[in-house]
């Protein structure tokens, strides 16, 4: 009995460079899908020139039910020299995934999730069984993997990825973690056998220049602080809470998309038990070309995430001249070294408070140059960022093995 093979997709042979198929559950314009959206709009701005990226995501932004404005689904759209086409709901499907891979030409297939059924498992399924895994396969967790993230919706979860490796759609894919504890958060879940590459998230291009931001005054006595990411149980927005009511003059402004509806109901009842109801409010999300003057109107950022394999927030903070105040489970460990913020275990709430009260008794002086010293670190940041040519590296090598 003769066997059928698989098809494979049309071929990437004469394209003039390689072709990244990216999928992601989030893109431009959109602006509230968290740290994996910042990580793949800034992969694609800072290798464009290099690589041919080929973008599939949502037609419509977090939480929102209507397309983005000018943009056509069913097609590809050209924005800003990259190609993206924005599925609506009806089209998240694994029919519509796998033609897609079928008839668009590629060298590489980058996704930029584990867990997320259309843009991680359908695209791995259809890449596996289209190509018969010629077209080599990189995925991008971004935290997802971590002993915290897994917890929640655990149970999901952990089926999703029992059957996932079942099915051998990542048997041979390569990962790429942000740093060495993303590699044994992969490890840990998929076992010593994946191919992990490490490589950390490409940084927003541009760091504002001081004459580029507004700067408010800080008042000795009183603290002017922001939470600024999504509203999610990973970003404990809920002790931040706890922090703010717990000392006097400090006020907190909470700027980010609801990711959760049930924990952001928790967090506002917890405001209004407080001692002081009155010094929260909620901003919402925030539009990329409003977050550097928006954060630089503040004095400090405050956000004690149980987990961040980068944290956007916290580079664009220091950017923005905002010193911060942050949880020690995050990349950015040596601020207090630095003088321009705090990394604090989360078992430690007494020392949250005690900086707390620290940053509001600074005078305008001594803050005015924590601030400069925070824009200060944040350029130096990216202008000696490795993450550019890591990601080059990792792209040539799985390309050179394919060829």
Known sequence: ??????????????????????????????YKGGGSQSAAVNLVQALKSEFEFRVVTRDRDVAETLPYEGTSSGDWNEVDDVSIRYLAPTELTYSTIKNIIYHTPHSLVHINSVVSLPFACYPARAQHTLTASTAPLLISPHGELSPKALAQKRVRKLVYLKSAKALGIFRNATWHAANGEEEKDITRAWGDGAHVRIAPPLPNQLVPSDNDVFRGTKLKGTLRAIFFA??????????????????PNVTLDICGPIGQADYWAFCESKIRKSTRPSAFRYIGGVPPDKVTTTLSQYDVLLLPSQNESFGYAILEALGAGCPVLIS???????????GIGFAIPLDRPDIFLARLETMRDLGASDHGMMRERARLYAQQYVDTSIAKQAMQAIYASMLSRAD
């Open 1 to 30: 009995m003769c066997t059928r093979r698989p098809p494979k997709p049309l071929s990437a042979a004469r394209m003039p460079k390689p072709r990244i198929l990216l999928f992601s559950n989030w893109f431009a314009p959109g």
């Open 230 to 247: 999504r509203v999610d149980r990973m970003k404990n927005l809920d002790l931040a809470i706890d922090f703010v009511a717990s000392v």
């Open 328 to 338: 020690n489970r995050t990349p950015w460990c040596d601020l207090e070294r630095h």
